[in-house]
């Protein structure tokens, strides 16, 4: 773990380890592991002087940031108001009922997990539907199965 | 980007500017404006780009028409489009397939491509000029217009523009104080929500004890449904840039922030890369020209967090805590960052700075209403044809804004309300359409203008399931700090819930109102002090909607799952098993050219087979 | 100096006073739940809220985290602040039925009734506990964890904090814990003539049984190995009492 212990300590100095910066490391740590392993937020606290109790504090209030290792890919339904309105929530539940799972949740297999956001600012193409960071216009009940399939395809 | 050497003087500024505007008034060659913004790239403008590209280099047609990307039209519905300078034609929903015949046919040819051209759904015709568009006749671009014209990642195009000149008036011929005394003059409001006089904010913040001071830009727009912070960040970076220059100065702060939200990476590209060649050129720094004026800009990224839209929790995000927002007083003017005097404002509030300082008070203060100066960016979303963002003069009606601008209800539906002010506004029913927008009127009608989201909803749109969804959206975002938000959402929720799931009993209606107003008087900070406007507000206009949940148990609209079926028309069917394909639960059986029967014990109100049916067979009662 | 008026009478208040403090300066009273003197004011139960100012632009603000300002208004008794007072304690009953703290605010302000469906939870998130263990304890051991309705207190990861000491600091404050209320019962879950009964949980029960326990919270005292998903889901049950006499 060595190396790892280095790369999280790298992310830390970036920002001189000050202790406002614990944001901006976390948001460091979660790109990197799509997560944010427990061993690393201990050493965050070690270095920083911050009460562990105050780091977790920040990691669960803020949605960005996972205790949880997420999927490979991130399959994220915009819940904001016009999407809504155009009939977002159809559309996650399709996607609960094709991947298996509850929003928020990441399928057994690690393949994919699912998120939901409250507006992704693209209201005028909505439903809007983000997988990792292609954005899909205009979803339908009927494109979630094709999306779903191009990143299975993908590991094939 | 060219020009990497710093700009050490106003005068080599002035030089560089006036370079510029020259380099485009004699432009010889036509430009394609791509939009390109994040939607736009959702849409496949990136694609297009391409496309065109090529075909220019195909054909060697480099020496008379060149490829410009831009930000946000703000016409989102005929995204991507493409604005061609000088001839102001403005083309629709480019694929990439059309960039041959725009090379072939247009630049050699002059030829109007007619597929292209925007059509007015009022009269049918088919519109060539962008300012002859319905969308835009009546709104007064004098903000959003820019990202039209300008490459956001250069900032040699914002100089062609005038850019940064508002920096060179305010260094060379005003004193701080003259700032805020413009500021103040123009009747410039915040546009983030609250709607606080600008000028004033700044002057509490300079005349506070202490040396140091900040100033943050919010770029948290968390409203869903609201977006036109996001297309400035994206299309205009460097006029957010300026303002904040402007105030820095007037208020006497060398550090500034700009908090924005982790869901716009677009955004944050654009915004970095404009400070960054700011920074390169010596317009953010130390000695900014030579003067003795400092300054520099921090990002924050948020990290998922409505809250931390409100002043007091975005600055405990910055300082790397939880967003809880805390007591007021003592104000940020007097103790905000770090305890220091600190200003904030809305990113729209911030890109009005420069054309103020550049064009005087007076001339602000010429538009709007008495109250209300200036214009404001609404996001107009949801049952809506012209879907975009529509920059108007405060004092505009909603019946124009919806129906002039928008172009009324898609399919012809009717209008039933307009949501403003996000999950801390409220709905406005259709007696109201001839409201003035302004700050008072919006808050008299039970709204407020918030930051400018506008989410109009038709007949099918059930307003008890609107305040579900906002109760549902606040109740996750509260922070948890105060037991009256907290509990209150929550309990509202669950109330509201009942109620659209037909279990709502007698009283319950009223009991909802007196929760809701506890909630609105005890929290501690806006979003829970605002938590009840959505309740409140469509229980006043829509209260009739509410008792047909209670007392007969129906979903008028028809969106409530427990309370409505989908039934098939059996005259409609056609037997064509599109809705039987698609059903989940198989719950819908038939053989082809058969009428289908949908078993109802086994729906699950999905609303796929409603989707797909292309007959009209399927109802929902 | 600083010169105010609360309930129409005129008093003074010291440099950096709060409302609340000038209020028990003068005998005036204010009900509370998650002030503590020895500790940092919270604001977070809303209890103490005061109506401050007058006329359409009154407002009702926590007076435990208010300061005292140059001719400020106050009233601590109006309508507004009442029926307000009387729904924070109605929320707080349907939280912790079982707590006499709570049960003895509701009998002073006449709360009667509680009309929301009763949750068990046992704690209102006072954060009095969290208080106690930072301020007074410097023990970091347990904070606010989530946000919104998923709120709870809890130590890092839900396993046993390296930094507990077992002073039971957080048990002493809280007031869910401090009385237990015998009386009332799963369907009124209001007691308006409550029994005296001994305060601590160990006279009590079996067990030691701190509360947060079982809903979930706090597991420093007891738990070794972090709750599984499933045992988080689970209504917070009471643990069987020891032979009762009435």
């Known amino acids: ?156 | 980007m060219k020009n990497t050497i710093k700009i050490n003087s106003i005068k080599e500024l002035t030089k560089a500017i006036g370079d510029q505007i020259q380099k485009r008034k004699s432009e010889k060659k036509s430009v394609l404006t791509v939009s390109a913004g994040t939607c736009g790239q959702a849409r496949g403008s990136l694609g297009v780009i391409k496309a065109l590209k090529k075909e220019i280099k195909k054909e060697n047609l480099g020496d008379k028409v060149k490829v410009k990307i831009s930000g946000c039209h703000g016409f989102c519905e005929a995204e991507p489009n493409i604005i061609i300078h000088p001839q102001d034609i403005f083309y629709q929903k480019v694929q990439p397939q059309d960039a041959e015949d725009i090379t072939s046919q247009t630049i050699l040819n002059d030829k109007i491509i007619d597929r292209l051209l925007f059509s007015d759904p009022v009269s049918g015709r088919a519109v060539q000029n962008e300012k002859k568009i319905p969308f835009y006749k009546k709104q007064k671009r004098i903000i959003l217009g820019d990202n039209a014209l300008i490459d956001p990642t250069d900032i040699n195009d914002y100089f062609s523009i005038g850019g940064y000149n508002s920096l060179i008036k305010i260094l060379s011929k005003m004193t701080p104080e003259d700032v805020i005394e413009t500021v103040i003059k123009s009747g410039l409001r915040g546009r983030g929500g609250a709607g606080f006089p600008t000028g004033k904010k700044w002057e509490f913040t300079r005349k506070a004890k202490g040396g140091i001071k900040y100033i943050i830009c919010n770029a948290d727009e968390g409203d869903p449904g609201a977006y036109m912070d996001r297309s400035l960040l994206e299309g205009n970076p460097h006029r957010v840039l300026e303002g904040m220059l402007i105030g820095a100065y007037a208020i006497g702060a060398e550090e500034g922030y700009i908090y924005v939200r982790d869901e716009y990476p677009l955004a944050v590209e654009h915004i970095s890369l404009a400070i960054s060649q700011a920074e390169k050129l010596g317009l953010l720094g130390k000695k900014i020209l030579g003067t003795n004026f400092n300054f520099q800009i921090h990002i924050n990224k948020g990290a998922g967090a409505f809250v931390c839209g409100e002043e007091t929790a975005l600055i405990a995000s910055i300082e790397g805590k939880m967003g809880e927002p805390r007591q007021r007083p003592p104000f940020p003017a007097l103790k905000g960052l770090w305890r220091k005097p600190t200003n904030i404002n809305n990113v729209e509030t911030w890109g009005n700075i420069p054309l103020i300082i550049e064009n005087g008070a007076d001339w602000f203060a010429k538009i709007g209403t008495k109250g209300s100066k200036g214009t404001k960016i609404f996001s107009l979303v949801g049952k809506i044809n012209n879907t975009g963002l529509v920059e108007v003069p405060m004092g505009l009606t909603l019946r124009e804004i919806i129906f002039d601008v928008g172009g009324g209800i898609p399919e012809d539906k009717e209008f039933k309300a307009v949501q403003t002010g996000g999950p801390s506004g409220g709905c406005i029913p259709k007696e109201l359409l001839d409201l003035p927008i302004d700050f008072e009127s919006l808050t008299e009608a039970g709204s407020i203008m918030g930051s400018g989201g506008m989410i109009v909803m038709d007949e099918n749109t059930c307003m008890v399931d609107v305040a579900k969804y906002f109760l549902n959206f606040l109740r996750d975002e509260s922070c948890g700090k105060c037991l009256s938000c907290r509990e209150g959402t929550q309990r509202m929720w669950e109330i509201v819930t009942d109620i659209s799931e037909g279990k709502g009993s007698k009283g319950e209606i009223e009991f909802l109102t007196d929760l809701a107003e506890s909630v609105k008087d005890s929290s501690l900070c806006g979003l829970g002090q605002t938590a009840a406007n959505p309740v409140l507000s469509t229980i006043r206009y829509f209260r009739d909607e509410y008792e047909a949940h209670v007392k007969e148990k129906k979903c008028p609209a028809g969106v409530c799952k427990e309370l409505i079926q989908y039934l098939i028309i059996e005259e409609n069917c056609t037997g064509c098993l599109a809705c039987l394909k698609v059903c989940p639960q198989e719950a819908i059986s038939g053989e082809l050219k058969k009428v289908h029967v949908l078993d109802q014990s086994k729906c699950i109100k999905c609303g796929a087979c409603y989707e797909a049916c292309n007959f009209d067979a399927i109802k929902i009662e | 100096m600083i010169n105010l008026k609360i309930n129409n009478l005129d008093v003074k208040a010291e440099e950096g006073w709060t409302i609340l403090e000038t209020a028990k300066f003068y005998g005036l009273e204010i009900p509370t739940l998650c002030y503590n003197e020895g500790l940092s004011p919270y604001g977070g139960c809303r209890l103490c809220l005061v109506e401050k100012g007058e006329g359409p632009n009154a407002k009702l603000v926590s007076s435990c985290t208010y300061p005292a300002e140059e001719g400020l208004i106050v009233h601590t008794d109006t309508e507004r602040v009442v029926k307000t007072r009387r729904m924070m304690i109605e929320l707080m009953l349907s939280l912790a039925p079982n707590s006499k703290v709570i049960q003895d605010l509701a009998s002073k302000f006449g709360v009667k009734q509680v009309r929301f469906k009763i949750r068990n939870e046992e704690c209102i998130l006072c954060g009095l506990c969290v208080r106690m263990c930072k301020e007074q304890m410097d023990g970091r051991a347990i904070g606010f964890q989530n946000r919104g309705y998923k709120r709870k207190i809890s130590t890092p990861f839900d396993i046993r904090s390296e930094e507990c000491r077992l002073c039971g600091g957080c048990i002493y404050i809280c007031p869910a814990c401090q009385l237990r209320c015998q009386g009332p019962q799963a369907d009124t879950a209001v007691c308006n003539a409550c029994l005296t009964m001994d305060p601590t949980c160990l006279d009590h029960y079996d067990e030691l049984q701190c509360w947060m326990y079982d809903a979930g919270r706090c597991g420093t005292c007891i738990r070794e190995t972090p709750k599984k998903k499933s045992d988080s889901k689970k209504q917070a049950s009471k643990s069987k009492p020891k032979e009762k006499h009435a």
């Open chain 1, 1 to 156: 773990m060595e190396a790892e212990t280095q790369k999280v300590k790298s992310f830390i100095s970036k920002y001189n380890k000050e202790k406002r910066a614990l944001i901006s490391i976390l948001q460091d740590i979660q790109a990197e592991y799509n997560y944010l392993p427990q061993e690393a937020l201990r050493l965050v606290s070690e270095s920083l002087g911050i009460p562990l109790i105050d780091i977790v504090g920040v990691v669960t209030f803020y949605r960005a940031f996972s205790l949880e290792p997420r999927g490979k890919h991130i399959v994220t339904v915009c819940l904001g108001t016009a999407c809504h309105v155009r009939g977002g929530p159809k559309i996650l539940e399709e996607f609960e009922r094709r991947l298996n799972i509850e929003a928020g949740g990441t399928t057994e297999d690690g393949e994919f997990s699912l998120e939901t956001v409250a507006c992704l600012g693209c209201c005028a193409i909505g439903p809007v539907v983000v997988v990792d960071s292609d954005y899909y216009a205009q979803t339908t009940i009927r494109k979630v199965n094709s999306i779903l399939k191009k990143y299975s395809k993908k590991e094939n």
